[in-house]
């Protein structure tokens, strides 16, 4: 079975090839390429998916074998606080058992670079080669420690917060942890930092299953919450976190799904509100308002093809030199992260951030963003369609074709930008976006535009070209 490794690290099914077999494979690949790199020192963690303390004691176990001192974590915990034990800690890496919003038959390997942050394709590649060519180890043993890296995170946490205006605000909020591995945290960190919110958690006991939804933050799993927050008004707020706790979504008062664009452009300008400088780095699938709102403020902004490990390197450039630090940086998906933190997509931060604005404003998300809307004079309305298609689609041929698109649902094409797959920008502001699947007959359009109608048609006209393609 080849191992394939993706944008964070290695998915599969457990028990059919996420196995302890491959995984000791992978782990001493790591292992091995940490070693030729110095590294002394490795952190080890998991979520709350079947079998994660297993796997985790394995990679630990491997680890020590190949001469690494290894921290394991005693429980689930999210995949940001792993990132930050790595820089806690000082150690040259780390190893995240999770794969994050999959479906619950999924298991994963996270590489974590020294930085706390995702791995970047240099040292996927050095782990790669490791698997191909490996080489025996017969030096001493290092040592397995627990430990727990809570407090020191929720310390970090603090440092990012005004507390005196967080633990002012009595507002309601509802924590949908998914059965995920930030079950307990977010409560926890309330408690901590004497927050007086009305916080209460749904779904906040781990379950492998997820409670039978995959474990993404989007509307078509969140109706439960979405029912709870029906019947609220003003600034009541639903946030939810991923299975690992590094992606973030929220839910208004009414019900509504408050999507990662419309969050990053709520942080953004809560974050410059208070001071805090920097560039703007959004992955191209992202929102043209995050563009609008960094003109408008004087931001310089950075775009990048998608996946976060483009953002992270942005914030590392942004670390070796002060001119290019990155104020926030974030992906459509809902992965963000902020100045002063790790180089890491954090639910839990963000989430508490999004508590701020509204406690700092005393206006609802909606609120807020309907002031940038106005602000920028653009109104936000987005979907966005996977299409699954035949084993022999051909990818090329769509991207090839659509780049020479002149209308779409009757609007002229005014750019084409091909930084990762295909966007063209629609008169009237709209734009829609093609990009395939590396690893899957899968093609992903992303539409924005200025009406839910307009969304609508854009969406309808592109998927129905798609799938005629796929019919030749």
């Not at 390997?109 to 240099?122: E, R």
Request: net charge negative; hydrophobic share 40%.
């Amino acid at each position: 079975m080849p191992i394939k490794f993706g944008t964070d690290g290695w998915r599969d099914i457990i028990a059919e090839d996420f196995t302890y077999a491959n995984v000791r494979t992978v782990a001493q690949a790591h292992a091995q390429a940490l070693r030729q790199g110095g590294g002394k020192l490795v952190i080890v963690g998991y979520d709350t998916r079947f079998q994660g303390p297993g796997f985790a004691k394995v990679v630990a176990q491997v680890m020590a074998e190949q001469g690494l001192d290894v921290l394991l974590a005693q429980d689930y915990l999210p995949t940001p606080a792993l990132s930050f034990a790595v820089v806690h800690h000082h150690a040259a890496g780390g190893v995240m058992i999770t794969a994050s919003h999959n479906p619950p038959q999924y298991s994963g390997y996270k590489i974590k670079g020294s930085y706390g942050g995702s791995a970047t394709p240099a040292t996927v590649k050095l782990i790669e080669q490791a698997l191909e060519t490996p080489e025996g180890y017969a030096g001493p043993r290092g040592q397995v420690k627990p430990f727990d890296i809570r407090d020191a995170y929720y310390a970090q946490l603090d440092a990012q917060f005004d507390l005196n205006i967080m633990r002012a605000y009595q507002g309601k909020v509802i924590h949908d942890a998914m059965g995920g591995a930030a079950c307990g945290w977010l409560t926890g960190y309330a408690r901590h930092a004497g927050l007086k919110l009305d916080l209460s958690e749904l779904h906040g006991k781990p379950d492998p299953m997820f409670y039978g939804v995959n474990p993404e933050p989007i509307p078509q799993n969140l109706s439960q919450l979405m029912s709870l927050l029906a019947t609220q008004t003003g600034t009541a707020l639903g946030v939810i976190t991923d299975g690992d706790a590094d992606r973030v979504g929220a839910v208004t008062a009414g019900g509504k799904f408050f999507n990662s664009h419309q969050i990053f452009a709520v942080l953004l300008k809560h974050l410059h509100g208070r001071g805090v400088r920097g560039r703007i780095v959004k992955t191209v699938s992202g929102s043209r308002v995050i563009d609008l709102l960094s003109q408008k403020l004087g931001l310089e902004l950075l775009e990048t093809p998608v996946g976060f490990k483009y953002i992270t390197d942005a914030f590392l450039e942004g670390q070796q030199d002060e001119s290019k630090a990155v104020l926030m940086g974030g992906e459509e998906s809902g992965g963000l992260s902020s100045r002063g933190h790790i180089p890491e997509r954090d639910g839990l931060l963000n989430s508490l951030l999004m508590i701020e604005a509204i406690a700092a404003s005393g206006k609802s998300l909606d609120e807020l963003f309907a002031d940038i809307e106005a602000e920028v004079g653009f109104k936000h309305h987005y979907d966005r369609n996977d299409l699954h298609l035949s084993d022999t689609f051909d990818k090329d041929r769509l991207l090839t074709e659509a780049a020479q698109y002149t209308e779409v649902a009757g609007q002229l094409v005014e750019g084409v930008n091909k930084r990762d797959g295909v966007k063209l920008t629609l008169s009237g502001g709209a734009s829609v976006m093609f990009r395939a699947s590396g690893t899957e007959p899968v093609v992903r359009i992303y539409v924005e535009a200025q009406s839910p109608e307009e969304v609508k048609a854009v969406l309808d006209e592109a998927t129905s070209r798609v799938k005629a393609l796929d019919q030749h």
